[in-house]
């Protein structure tokens, strides 16, 4: 296998391959790259399903995955679904929204479309500079008669203003629910995530550090919301056979996807302290650099550290985000525009709320300064400083690189 070149070549923005040198890497470094955990042990499971041959319809591992997933993250009960999208779905139905409800538009478009796939309205709200999570501040002047309930977003991990949503949602009387797709092993206030709200819906995509290929789960500490979920999951079928007692479809998760999140919760923790080490790296080489927000965690609660943000500001960078994502791609460093350019920005949304923008002021400044870099179990701390070096070495010679850049614009035009 090639090993990585060094970058120690790259001097000056002409050595960069977005200038025609050499990448850095050999090879694409992913933002999201799957972690497998002991994969021994997960074809072990699997062998284990097909010589049951009991592949779907609530099997033994989807029913132990769900109880092992509920303790981890702390609710009652966890209902495990085919994916995250699905699990939303089926948790806003359950809880009877309907109408308008509202949410950041800071978050992966899914969000969103879960709402309006029902005919459901999404609010766009405004979001805090500082947390990048929904606004608390911002919601009030949005709830009207047709609201129902407030959908947080936990991004990047770190619980929204729970005690505030809280509040707001008794004093409105609105059903209170999380997308915690991000937020697997994360804690508000000590307790962990699953323990808020009606309920919290967590993604487990092959993208998410925890994942069982494809899946999700809906975690709730209501008995009846739960029970309901499980009959919306399997076509509204109740105990025996032929017994449909309640409108349902199909979002069961299937014994293979549950095999592999069995798997990754044995190995939960050691890619928690990969992410730490990584974030810890990233931070000590990062901080302080002019025009480069790093975005950090709070050290007193549980964090899983799944994604390393950084907010470029090309006021001090004299280059933009998109520009310094170009140049990382070129080294083969992948890093991802998140969450661009905003659920209010795409389709059907645009044109349904062609004027949200002017709402949405720091949602706007957000989406073009963010960006995700490389982490987990696909690299290592070589490969972090060499990833680092090059962020600092565009720093450094911002004000060349800019002249480069508009001398080349020029140019083509």
Not at 324 to 333: D, F, M, P, T, Y
Request: with cysteine; proline share 4%; aromatic share 10%.
């Amino acid at each position: 296998m090639a090993k990585s070149k060094s970058i120690s070549s790259h001097q000056n923005i002409e050595d960069l391959a977005f200038f025609g040198g050499s990448p850095t890497f050999s090879k694409p470094l992913h933002v999201g790259r799957p972690n497998i955990g002991n994969r021994e042990r997960l074809l072990e499971r699997i062998n284990d399903a097909l010589d049951r041959k009991w592949l779907s319809n609530d099997g033994p591992f989807v029913q132990e995955l769900e109880q092992r997933f509920a303790d981890y993250a702390g609710g009652k009960y966890c209902i495990a679904m085919c994916n995250g999208t699905i699990s939303l779905e089926i948790a806003i139905r359950a809880l009877g929204l309907q109408g308008e409800v509202i949410v950041p538009s800071f978050t992966f478009i899914a969000t969103a479309h879960a709402l309006q796939w029902q005919k459901i309205t999404p609010v766009f709200c405004d979001i805090d500079p500082i947390t990048h999570n929904i606004d608390p501040n911002s919601i009030e002047k949005l709830i009207t008669p047709k609201t129902t309930g407030i959908l947080g977003v936990h991004v990047w991990g770190r619980p929204c203003n729970i005690d505030l949503l809280e509040k707001i949602a008794r004093k409105h009387d609105l059903k209170l629910a999380f997308d915690a797709s991000h937020a697997v092993g994360c804690s508000h206030q000590g307790q962990t995530i699953g323990n808020f709200g009606e309920a919290s819906i967590f993604s487990f995509h092959a993208t998410k550090f925890f994942n069982t290929f494809e899946g999700g789960a809906v975690v709730t500490n209501n008995e009846q919301l739960a029970e309901k979920i499980r009959l919306m999951k399997n076509f509204g079928f109740g105990p025996g056979y032929d017994n449909v007692i309640y409108i349902g479809t199909n979002g069961k998760m299937n014994e293979i996807s549950a095999a592999m999140g069995l798997t990754s919760l044995d190995s939960i923790n050691d890619f928690i302290d990969i992410n730490r080490q990584n974030y810890q790296q990233y931070c000590q080489k990062l901080s302080g650099i002019p025009g480069i927000k790093f975005t950090t965690y709070n050290e007193n609660e549980k964090n899983n550290y799944q994604y390393i943000i950084l907010e470029v500001d090309d006021r001090e960078t004299k280059f933009t985000r998109d520009e310094l994502v170009e140049i990382l791609h070129a080294e083969n460093v992948l890093a991802r525009r998140y969450f661009f350019p905003g659920c209010h920005q795409m389709e059907p949304y645009r044109s349904y709320f062609p004027n949200t923008n002017l709402l949405l002021p720091e949602t706007e400044k957000l989406t073009r300064k963010v960006l995700s870099l490389p982490t987990g179990t696909a690299v290592d701390i070589n490969k972090i400083n060499e990833i680092c070096r090059i962020i600092q070495l565009v720093v450094k010679q911002g004000k060349k690189l800019r002249e480069r850049l508009d001398r080349e614009n020029s140019q083509k035009h």
